[in-house]
């Protein structure tokens, strides 16, 4: 990769020159909370992403290495993008986020009983996520999901 | 305010509707780390935010009430930003931000000792510095910084 020219050696700068739009955490929330994986997952979201941003965004992702590309085991026409540990080190960022969403916005459509578990035990949440995540499971949805996990443990 | 069409009601959105841009949070870090006040002062910081842009995301940081502007006491020419709790609720974000910088940049400008220092008991640093924005100092700079703080507890 050509070294670009970087604004300043802020960290947080840093963050912003990565994934700092209106978009990309989109994509990593789609993986890190509801398991989607193909291109055509995260264009059905709700934000409605248009295929070009989404193109883009993808690309700039990988990138940055935050994000790999693999072939589909099963449909060789699609392909499979899922994190990387830069990208699964993103997820502390996502739950402060949703904490910030959840906490200001007064039509959030965040469980509020998810937002208080995470906050309970904050620390373990996160390294239950970014072990989930990296054995490819998700928040909510499929069968090794964080919510499955919770509760084969009660 | 006029009710504005919102993509979702997923929490992340919501924050990314309010701040996510390549430039708000460098004026929120500018605030929280660096004790800036006034346009002038972000307008100097190293990534050059140029005056449309700087102006543009003043306006918009204060729509979504994260930042509040009053008159300078001194100076009636200008005016001074501060953080509404609002804002200062993003502080847990900038935090996480920082971290994941200062992992993933090899030529990062954040000091590492820092780094450690919030990263040894995140929980209680945080809430250190949201107090110290709270009464108008900031991370870094001024007589009144958590550095400071923290060099006076020894």
Known sequence: MKKQLRRSNCPINFGLEAFGDTWSLLIIRDIVYFGKKTYGDFLRSD??????????????LERHGILVKTPHPIDRRKEVYTLTEKGIDLIPILVEMANWGAKYDPDTGAPQEWIALV????????????????EGGSVFVGPNSVIDRLAQRE
Chains 1, 2 share one sequence.
């Open 47 to 60: 934000e409605r992403i248009a295929t070009n941003i989404l193109a883009n965004r993808l690309a700039q």
């Open 119 to 134: 906050n309970s035990d904050k620390e373990n949440m996160i390294r239950l996520i970014q072990d989930t995540v990296r």
